[in-house]
């Protein structure tokens, strides 16, 4: 499974990118503004950090503009996937960007009936958002395994990016159900490298390995 930092952070990006376990990155006009420098100037940031995968979401919210916005995008970058939100405008132009050739990642989806849609007009990737249906006391990862099912049983070849993750547990049953890509925070992405028994126990090897005796040095 393919794990992508969702930030536009360049700094977060280039420590995770430093490990080697990032494949790539995720935004949205939130998290771009939370960074509060111009669009252009971060996005050129994190494709030049030499990131595979980028996400970068369109604002326009009729056909002409997403087509506008996601033809300069596509542009832009080699690594941008164009993020278009799930609505009949969006439909229409994730169909016509796709049939160029340009990369789609369909956001904001909710049932797994949009993300049929999404497959349908030839999404790369299709992003449910579990954490916010687990706030609505709706279950997330049940979501991912209706998309799984669905995806399987008609052979679709776009790729689920599960987006909104809250928690490594997310992680967890996402790669359980066999999801192309998680994407998450910092924050989460670290706690999956952490185990209070890996630290404890690389506690005791130090404090062991003071009682081993030095060989003397010096001399020829
Ligand atoms: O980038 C989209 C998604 O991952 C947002 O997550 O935590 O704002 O629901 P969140």
Redesign the pocket.
């Known amino acids: 499974m393919k794990l992508f930092l969702?930030t536009a952070s360049v700094s977060e990006i280039r420590q995770m990118w430093a490990t080697g376990i990032l494949d790539g990155v995720?935004t949205?006009p939130?998290?771009v503004a939370k960074e509060g420098r111009p669009f252009e100037t971060v996005l050129r940031e994190i494709c030049e950090v030499g990131i595979p995968s980028v996400s970068a979401e369109v604002t326009a919210t009729e056909v002409d503009g997403m087509l506008a916005e996601g033809h300069r995008l596509a542009k832009f970058h080699p690594a941008i996937y164009v993020k278009i939100p799930m609505t009949v405008a969006g439909l229409e132009a994730t169909k016509r960007l796709s049939s160029e050739g340009i990369r789609v990642n369909m956001?904001l989806v909710f049932s797994a009936n949009q993300a049929l849609l999404a497959a349908k007009v030839g999404a790369s990737y299709v992003?449910p958002?579990i954490?916010?249906l687990d706030d609505q006391s709706q279950d997330g990862i049940e979501l991912v395994r209706d998309i799984r099912t669905i995806y399987g049983q008609y052979g679709f070849k776009t790729e689920i990016l599960v987006?909104?993750?809250?928690h490594p547990v997310h992680v967890l049953e996402a790669a359980k159900l066999g999801a192309d890509i998680a994407?998450m925070p910092m924050a989460v992405m670290e706690k999956l490298v952490q185990h209070p028994l890996t630290d404890l126990g690389l506690a005791k090897f130090l404090k062991d390995w003071q009682k081993v005796p030095h060989e003397k040095s010096g001399g020829a």
């Open positions: 969702d995720t949205n939130s998290l956001t992003s958002f954490g916010r987006a909104s993750v809250r994407t």
